[in-house]
Protein backbone atom coordinates (compact mmCIF):
# COMPACT_ATOMS: atom_id res chain seq x y z
CA UNK A 1 0.00 0.00 0.00
CA UNK A 2 1.27 3.01 -0.76
CA UNK A 3 2.05 5.66 2.00
CA UNK A 4 0.32 9.23 1.52
CA UNK A 5 2.38 12.64 3.07
CA UNK A 6 0.59 14.00 5.86
CA UNK A 7 0.19 17.27 6.43
CA UNK A 8 -1.25 19.86 9.18
CA UNK A 9 -3.50 22.47 7.66
CA UNK A 10 -5.23 23.86 10.74
CA UNK A 11 -4.48 24.72 14.59
CA UNK A 12 -6.97 25.39 17.16
CA UNK A 13 -6.31 26.05 21.60
CA UNK A 14 -7.41 26.67 24.37
CA UNK A 15 -5.05 27.00 27.45
CA UNK A 16 -4.01 28.46 30.31
CA UNK A 17 -1.63 30.23 27.93
CA UNK A 18 -4.80 31.36 25.96
CA UNK A 19 -7.75 30.78 24.41
CA UNK A 20 -6.70 30.70 20.64
CA UNK A 21 -3.53 28.83 18.95
CA UNK A 22 -1.58 31.87 18.25
CA UNK A 23 -1.85 33.14 21.58
CA UNK A 24 -1.33 30.46 23.36
CA UNK A 25 2.26 30.24 20.96
CA UNK A 26 3.08 33.69 21.61
CA UNK A 27 2.44 33.44 25.42
CA UNK A 28 4.89 30.13 25.32
CA UNK A 29 7.46 31.66 23.69
CA UNK A 30 7.91 34.26 25.67
CA UNK A 31 8.35 31.88 28.69
CA UNK A 32 4.61 33.13 30.56
CA UNK A 33 3.58 30.76 33.32
CA UNK A 34 0.36 29.70 33.71
CA UNK A 35 -0.45 28.72 36.92
CA UNK A 36 -2.22 30.99 39.61
CA UNK A 37 -4.09 30.40 42.36
CA UNK A 38 -7.22 28.06 41.61
CA UNK A 39 -9.98 30.67 40.44
CA UNK A 40 -12.97 28.33 39.21
CA UNK A 41 -13.76 26.92 42.81
CA UNK A 42 -12.60 28.22 46.79
CA UNK A 43 -9.73 25.44 47.34
CA UNK A 44 -8.71 27.59 50.54
CA UNK A 45 -9.79 24.02 52.27
CA UNK A 46 -7.87 21.84 50.02
CA UNK A 47 -4.10 21.07 50.46
CA UNK A 48 -3.22 22.26 47.13
CA UNK A 49 -4.24 25.65 45.92
CA UNK A 50 -2.79 26.38 42.47
CA UNK A 51 -3.40 25.43 39.11
CA UNK A 52 -3.10 26.52 35.06
CA UNK A 53 -6.76 27.13 34.49
CA UNK A 54 -8.38 28.59 31.15
CA UNK A 55 -8.84 32.74 31.62
CA UNK A 56 -11.15 34.99 30.96
CA UNK A 57 -13.52 32.74 28.29
CA UNK A 58 -17.17 33.34 27.72
CA UNK A 59 -18.46 30.04 27.49
CA UNK A 60 -21.89 31.46 28.28
CA UNK A 61 -21.47 33.17 25.27
CA UNK A 62 -19.81 31.18 23.09
CA UNK A 63 -22.35 28.30 23.60
CA UNK A 64 -25.71 30.01 25.07
CA UNK A 65 -26.67 28.84 28.63
CA UNK A 66 -29.01 26.11 26.96
CA UNK A 67 -26.30 24.32 25.02
CA UNK A 68 -24.04 24.59 28.43
CA UNK A 69 -26.37 22.14 30.26
CA UNK A 70 -25.92 19.97 28.05
CA UNK A 71 -22.14 19.01 27.75
CA UNK A 72 -19.32 19.01 30.24
CA UNK A 73 -16.44 21.46 30.50
CA UNK A 74 -14.06 18.61 28.64
CA UNK A 75 -16.47 18.51 25.78
CA UNK A 76 -16.83 22.62 25.99
CA UNK A 77 -13.30 23.00 25.70
CA UNK A 78 -13.03 20.49 22.90
CA UNK A 79 -15.71 22.44 21.31
CA UNK A 80 -13.79 25.71 20.60
CA UNK A 81 -10.37 23.81 19.72
CA UNK A 82 -11.72 22.62 16.72
CA UNK A 83 -14.36 25.69 15.75
CA UNK A 84 -10.92 27.59 15.26
CA UNK A 85 -8.89 25.06 14.00
CA UNK A 86 -11.85 24.52 11.50
CA UNK A 87 -11.95 28.19 10.83
CA UNK A 88 -7.99 28.21 10.76
CA UNK A 89 -8.15 25.17 8.16
CA UNK A 90 -10.44 27.34 5.84
CA UNK A 91 -12.62 24.31 5.97
CA UNK A 92 -16.38 24.02 4.47
CA UNK A 93 -17.92 20.71 4.47
CA UNK A 94 -20.89 21.87 2.29
CA UNK A 95 -21.08 19.22 -0.45
CA UNK A 96 -18.15 17.22 0.39
CA UNK A 97 -18.20 13.19 0.73
CA UNK A 98 -17.84 13.20 4.64
CA UNK A 99 -17.71 9.68 4.56
CA UNK A 100 -13.83 10.31 4.04
CA UNK A 101 -13.68 12.89 6.85
CA UNK A 102 -12.74 11.25 10.48
CA UNK A 103 -12.60 12.78 14.11
CA UNK A 104 -10.17 11.37 16.42
CA UNK A 105 -10.26 13.14 19.59
CA UNK A 106 -9.19 11.97 23.21
CA UNK A 107 -9.48 12.51 26.84
CA UNK A 108 -8.04 10.67 29.59
CA UNK A 109 -10.64 11.38 32.56
CA UNK A 110 -13.43 13.05 30.33
CA UNK A 111 -16.50 14.38 32.14
CA UNK A 112 -15.56 14.64 35.77
CA UNK A 113 -17.12 17.64 37.10
CA UNK A 114 -20.18 16.51 35.29
CA UNK A 115 -19.89 12.77 37.52
CA UNK A 116 -19.06 14.58 40.90
CA UNK A 117 -22.00 17.44 40.71
CA UNK A 118 -24.31 14.48 39.66
CA UNK A 119 -23.27 12.53 42.23
CA UNK A 120 -23.53 15.57 44.77
CA UNK A 121 -27.28 15.78 43.29
CA UNK A 122 -28.27 11.92 43.82
CA UNK A 123 -27.52 11.71 47.47
CA UNK A 124 -28.84 15.31 48.28
CA UNK A 125 -32.51 15.03 46.21
CA UNK A 126 -32.47 11.38 45.67
CA UNK A 127 -31.49 9.64 42.35
CA UNK A 128 -34.42 9.63 40.23
CA UNK A 129 -33.61 13.68 40.11
CA UNK A 130 -29.95 13.54 38.00
CA UNK A 131 -29.77 15.39 34.55
CA UNK A 132 -30.79 12.88 31.70
CA UNK A 133 -27.73 14.48 30.13
CA UNK A 134 -25.57 12.99 32.73
CA UNK A 135 -24.21 9.96 30.71
CA UNK A 136 -23.86 12.03 27.32
CA UNK A 137 -21.95 14.41 29.01
CA UNK A 138 -19.57 12.39 30.32
CA UNK A 139 -18.47 9.79 28.81
CA UNK A 140 -15.10 10.17 26.91
CA UNK A 141 -16.41 9.89 23.60
CA UNK A 142 -18.88 12.52 23.47
CA UNK A 143 -15.94 14.82 22.98
CA UNK A 144 -15.64 13.71 19.40
CA UNK A 145 -19.53 12.81 18.93
CA UNK A 146 -19.79 15.76 18.74
CA UNK A 147 -17.19 17.23 16.73
CA UNK A 148 -18.72 14.83 14.24
CA UNK A 149 -22.35 15.70 14.61
CA UNK A 150 -21.19 19.61 14.34
CA UNK A 151 -19.74 19.24 11.29
CA UNK A 152 -21.50 16.20 9.69
CA UNK A 153 -18.46 14.30 9.44
CA UNK A 154 -19.32 10.57 8.82
CA UNK A 155 -16.28 8.71 8.74
CA UNK A 156 -14.96 7.30 11.79
CA UNK A 157 -15.15 9.24 15.09
CA UNK A 158 -13.15 7.72 17.65
CA UNK A 159 -11.33 8.69 21.14
CA UNK A 160 -8.04 7.00 22.57
CA UNK A 161 -8.17 7.09 26.60
CA UNK A 162 -4.56 6.19 27.58
CA UNK A 163 -4.16 8.66 30.43
CA UNK A 164 -1.85 11.29 29.46
CA UNK A 165 -0.90 9.48 25.98
CA UNK A 166 -4.38 9.79 25.48
CA UNK A 167 -4.54 12.72 22.43
CA UNK A 168 -0.79 11.52 21.01
CA UNK A 169 -2.36 8.34 20.22
CA UNK A 170 -5.94 9.68 18.87
CA UNK A 171 -3.40 12.18 16.61
CA UNK A 172 -1.25 9.37 15.65
CA UNK A 173 -3.81 7.05 14.77
CA UNK A 174 -5.70 9.86 12.71
CA UNK A 175 -1.87 10.28 11.05
CA UNK A 176 -1.89 6.49 10.27
CA UNK A 177 -5.72 6.33 9.04
CA UNK A 178 -5.06 9.16 6.40
CA UNK A 179 -1.56 8.40 5.16
CA UNK A 180 -2.81 4.30 4.84
CA UNK A 181 -5.77 5.95 2.61
CA UNK A 182 -8.95 5.30 4.41
CA UNK A 183 -9.29 9.05 5.17
CA UNK A 184 -8.79 12.18 3.39
CA UNK A 185 -8.97 14.52 6.68
CA UNK A 186 -9.40 13.91 10.39
CA UNK A 187 -9.64 16.52 13.28
CA UNK A 188 -7.68 14.70 16.33
CA UNK A 189 -6.80 16.35 19.17
CA UNK A 190 -7.64 16.04 22.90
CA UNK A 191 -9.53 17.75 25.71
CA UNK A 192 -9.61 17.68 30.06
CA UNK A 193 -11.19 19.39 32.99
CA UNK A 194 -10.54 18.24 35.36
CA UNK A 195 -9.58 21.14 37.73
CA UNK A 196 -12.23 20.34 40.22
CA UNK A 197 -11.96 19.54 44.21
CA UNK A 198 -12.37 15.79 43.18
CA UNK A 199 -9.41 16.12 40.55
CA UNK A 200 -7.16 18.10 42.37
CA UNK A 201 -7.55 15.81 45.33
CA UNK A 202 -7.63 12.48 44.20
CA UNK A 203 -3.68 13.38 42.14
CA UNK A 204 -2.60 15.22 45.63
CA UNK A 205 -3.55 12.09 47.92
CA UNK A 206 -1.37 9.86 45.79
CA UNK A 207 1.44 12.18 45.55
CA UNK A 208 1.64 13.55 41.93
CA UNK A 209 0.94 17.28 42.46
CA UNK A 210 3.11 19.83 43.60
CA UNK A 211 2.36 21.33 47.25
CA UNK A 212 4.58 24.04 47.49
CA UNK A 213 1.00 26.33 46.67
CA UNK A 214 3.76 28.86 44.74
CA UNK A 215 2.79 29.44 40.94
CA UNK A 216 6.27 30.58 40.22
CA UNK A 217 8.54 27.41 41.66
CA UNK A 218 5.49 24.93 40.86
CA UNK A 219 6.27 22.98 37.70
CA UNK A 220 9.70 22.93 37.32
CA UNK A 221 10.57 20.19 34.69
CA UNK A 222 14.23 18.66 35.10
CA UNK A 223 14.98 20.83 38.17
CA UNK A 224 16.52 18.82 40.77
CA UNK A 225 13.78 20.44 43.38
CA UNK A 226 10.63 18.84 41.39
CA UNK A 227 8.43 17.83 43.39
CA UNK A 228 5.20 16.73 41.51
CA UNK A 229 3.13 18.81 38.83
CA UNK A 230 0.43 21.18 38.34
CA UNK A 231 -2.67 20.20 37.05
CA UNK A 232 -3.77 21.87 33.87
CA UNK A 233 -6.81 22.36 31.74
CA UNK A 234 -7.83 22.74 28.28
CA UNK A 235 -7.93 21.44 24.79
CA UNK A 236 -5.80 21.63 21.51
CA UNK A 237 -7.07 20.48 17.83
CA UNK A 238 -5.38 19.58 14.74
CA UNK A 239 -6.81 19.16 11.27
CA UNK A 240 -4.92 16.52 9.71
CA UNK A 241 -5.21 16.08 5.82
CA UNK A 242 -3.26 14.35 2.88
CA UNK A 243 -1.11 16.19 0.99
CA UNK A 244 -3.30 15.75 -2.32
CA UNK A 245 -6.07 16.72 -0.27
CA UNK A 246 -4.45 19.53 1.04
CA UNK A 247 -3.27 20.49 -2.71
CA UNK A 248 -6.86 20.47 -3.91
CA UNK A 249 -8.90 22.98 -2.16
CA UNK A 250 -5.40 25.38 -2.10
CA UNK A 251 -5.02 25.15 1.64
CA UNK A 252 -2.07 26.76 3.70
CA UNK A 253 -0.23 23.84 5.36
CA UNK A 254 1.90 24.73 8.70
CA UNK A 255 3.99 21.46 8.91
CA UNK A 256 3.99 17.45 7.92
CA UNK A 257 3.31 14.51 10.65
CA UNK A 258 5.43 11.85 9.14
CA UNK A 259 5.28 9.18 12.12
CA UNK A 260 3.52 7.83 14.84
CA UNK A 261 4.88 4.86 17.80
CA UNK A 262 3.17 3.57 20.72
CA UNK A 263 4.42 1.30 23.31
CA UNK A 264 3.47 0.04 26.55
CA UNK A 265 5.71 -0.54 29.46
CA UNK A 266 4.02 -3.21 31.39
CA UNK A 267 5.87 -2.47 34.30
CA UNK A 268 3.18 -0.53 37.25
CA UNK A 269 -0.05 1.63 37.14
CA UNK A 270 1.64 4.70 37.75
CA UNK A 271 5.17 4.64 37.60
CA UNK A 272 7.50 4.13 34.79
CA UNK A 273 9.88 1.56 33.70
CA UNK A 274 13.07 2.39 35.49
CA UNK A 275 15.32 1.60 32.32
CA UNK A 276 13.13 3.73 30.44
CA UNK A 277 12.77 0.75 27.82
CA UNK A 278 9.03 1.93 26.56
CA UNK A 279 9.72 5.38 26.45
CA UNK A 280 12.89 4.62 24.58
CA UNK A 281 11.34 1.90 21.97
CA UNK A 282 8.17 4.38 21.43
CA UNK A 283 10.86 7.36 20.16
CA UNK A 284 12.71 4.79 18.16
CA UNK A 285 9.59 2.86 16.66
CA UNK A 286 8.45 6.67 15.53
CA UNK A 287 11.33 7.39 14.00
CA UNK A 288 11.27 4.24 12.29
CA UNK A 289 7.64 4.70 11.13
CA UNK A 290 9.08 8.12 9.27
CA UNK A 291 11.58 6.92 7.63
CA UNK A 292 14.05 8.60 9.52
CA UNK A 293 17.46 8.53 12.00
CA UNK A 294 17.69 9.42 15.63
CA UNK A 295 20.44 11.73 14.00
CA UNK A 296 17.89 13.93 12.02
CA UNK A 297 15.95 14.83 14.58
CA UNK A 298 16.57 18.45 15.84
CA UNK A 299 14.14 19.04 18.76
CA UNK A 300 12.02 17.14 21.14
CA UNK A 301 9.23 18.40 23.27
CA UNK A 302 9.19 16.16 26.54
CA UNK A 303 6.67 14.68 28.15
CA UNK A 304 8.28 16.32 31.36
CA UNK A 305 6.13 16.53 34.13
CA UNK A 306 8.03 17.71 36.63
CA UNK A 307 7.64 14.36 38.67
CA UNK A 308 11.11 12.83 40.19
CA UNK A 309 10.60 10.01 38.47
CA UNK A 310 9.24 10.90 34.75
CA UNK A 311 11.73 13.32 34.26
CA UNK A 312 14.72 11.33 35.49
CA UNK A 313 13.53 8.19 33.20
CA UNK A 314 12.42 10.44 30.12
CA UNK A 315 15.82 11.55 30.08
CA UNK A 316 17.51 8.34 30.54
CA UNK A 317 15.09 7.04 27.29
CA UNK A 318 16.27 9.29 25.36
CA UNK A 319 19.76 8.81 26.21
CA UNK A 320 18.97 5.22 25.16
CA UNK A 321 17.43 6.22 21.52
CA UNK A 322 19.62 8.90 20.48
CA UNK A 323 23.36 7.89 21.79
CA UNK A 324 25.79 10.39 21.53
CA UNK A 325 23.16 12.64 19.67
CA UNK A 326 21.14 13.11 22.79
CA UNK A 327 23.25 15.59 23.54
CA UNK A 328 23.44 17.64 20.21
CA UNK A 329 19.40 17.57 20.81
CA UNK A 330 17.04 20.76 21.98
CA UNK A 331 14.90 19.39 24.53
CA UNK A 332 11.73 21.46 26.56
CA UNK A 333 8.77 20.72 28.32
CA UNK A 334 6.44 23.73 27.87
CA UNK A 335 4.61 22.22 30.81
CA UNK A 336 6.27 24.52 32.99
CA UNK A 337 4.33 26.78 31.10
CA UNK A 338 1.01 25.24 30.91
CA UNK A 339 0.46 22.74 33.88
CA UNK A 340 -0.08 18.97 32.72
CA UNK A 341 -3.50 18.84 30.76
CA UNK A 342 -3.43 15.14 31.50
CA UNK A 343 -5.23 13.74 28.58
CA UNK A 344 -5.03 17.17 26.33
CA UNK A 345 -1.24 17.49 27.06
CA UNK A 346 -0.13 15.70 23.58
CA UNK A 347 -2.40 17.80 22.01
CA UNK A 348 -1.01 21.22 22.90
CA UNK A 349 2.68 20.03 22.72
CA UNK A 350 1.87 18.69 19.22
CA UNK A 351 1.03 22.30 18.72
CA UNK A 352 4.02 23.52 19.98
CA UNK A 353 6.27 21.35 18.44
CA UNK A 354 4.61 22.51 15.08
CA UNK A 355 4.73 25.89 15.52
CA UNK A 356 8.43 25.46 16.64
CA UNK A 357 9.23 23.34 13.21
CA UNK A 358 7.31 26.51 11.36
CA UNK A 359 8.83 28.98 13.47
CA UNK A 360 12.42 28.24 13.94
CA UNK A 361 12.32 28.71 17.72
CA UNK A 362 12.65 26.32 20.90
CA UNK A 363 10.08 27.25 23.86
CA UNK A 364 12.06 27.42 26.95
CA UNK A 365 11.24 25.17 29.92
CA UNK A 366 10.75 28.06 32.65
CA UNK A 367 11.34 27.92 36.47
CA UNK A 368 14.16 25.95 36.18
CA UNK A 369 17.14 26.55 38.88
CA UNK A 370 18.66 23.82 40.45
CA UNK A 371 20.72 21.45 38.09
CA UNK A 372 20.28 17.39 38.54
CA UNK A 373 23.29 15.33 37.72
CA UNK A 374 20.34 12.63 36.62
CA UNK A 375 19.28 15.37 33.89
CA UNK A 376 21.75 16.27 32.39
CA UNK A 377 20.92 17.14 28.36
CA UNK A 378 20.12 20.54 27.06
CA UNK A 379 16.36 21.66 28.24
CA UNK A 380 16.35 25.19 26.40
CA UNK A 381 15.81 26.40 30.34
CA UNK A 382 14.34 29.82 31.38
CA UNK A 383 14.29 31.17 27.57
CA UNK A 384 13.70 30.57 24.29
CA UNK A 385 16.04 29.95 21.52
CA UNK A 386 16.14 30.91 17.78
CA UNK A 387 17.14 27.83 16.00
CA UNK A 388 16.35 26.00 12.43
CA UNK A 389 14.89 23.12 12.80
CA UNK A 390 13.39 20.54 10.57
CA UNK A 391 12.34 17.36 12.65
CA UNK A 392 10.75 17.53 15.74
CA UNK A 393 9.38 14.50 18.29
CA UNK A 394 7.12 14.78 20.85
CA UNK A 395 6.43 12.53 23.34
CA UNK A 396 3.78 11.45 25.87
CA UNK A 397 3.76 9.23 28.45
CA UNK A 398 0.84 8.15 30.91
CA UNK A 399 -0.42 5.85 33.69
CA UNK A 400 -1.07 2.16 33.05
CA UNK A 401 2.74 3.08 30.84
CA UNK A 402 1.30 4.10 28.29
CA UNK A 403 3.63 5.48 25.82
CA UNK A 404 2.98 7.49 22.83
CA UNK A 405 5.29 9.77 20.13
CA UNK A 406 4.82 11.91 17.47
CA UNK A 407 6.98 12.85 14.85
CA UNK A 408 6.78 16.42 13.12
CA UNK A 409 8.95 17.93 10.30
CA UNK A 410 9.00 21.38 8.42
CA UNK A 411 7.00 21.73 5.50
CA UNK A 412 9.05 20.76 2.17
CA UNK A 413 7.55 20.44 -1.04
CA UNK A 414 9.76 17.81 -2.27
CA UNK A 415 9.62 16.27 1.35
CA UNK A 416 12.62 15.24 3.58
CA UNK A 417 15.99 15.62 1.79
CA UNK A 418 18.73 15.42 4.09
Not at 56 to 79: E, L, Q
Not at 120 to 127: E, I, S, T
Not at 388 to 411: E, M, P, Q, W
Request: charged share 20%.
Amino acid sequence: MERRRVVITGLGAISPLGNDHQTTWEQAKNGVNGIDFIKGYDASEQEVQIAAEIKDFDFAGFFGKKAMKRMDRFVMHAMVASKEAVEHAGLDFAGKDTSRYGVFYGSGIGGLKTIAEQEDKARDKGYNRVSPFFIPSAIINIAAGNIAIEYGLKGIATSSVTACASASNSIGEAFHKIRDGYLDLAITGGSEATVIPLGIAGFNVMQALNKSNDPSCASTPFDKERSGFVMGEGAATLILESLDHAKARNATIYGEIVGYGSTCDAFHITSPSEDGEGAMNSMLGAINDASLEVEDVDYINAHGTSTPLNDQIETLAIKRAFGEHAKKLKISSTKSMTGHLLGASGAIEALFSILALRDGFVPPTINYKNFDPSCDLDYTVNEGVKKDLRVAISNSLGFGGHNATLVFKKYEEDGYVK
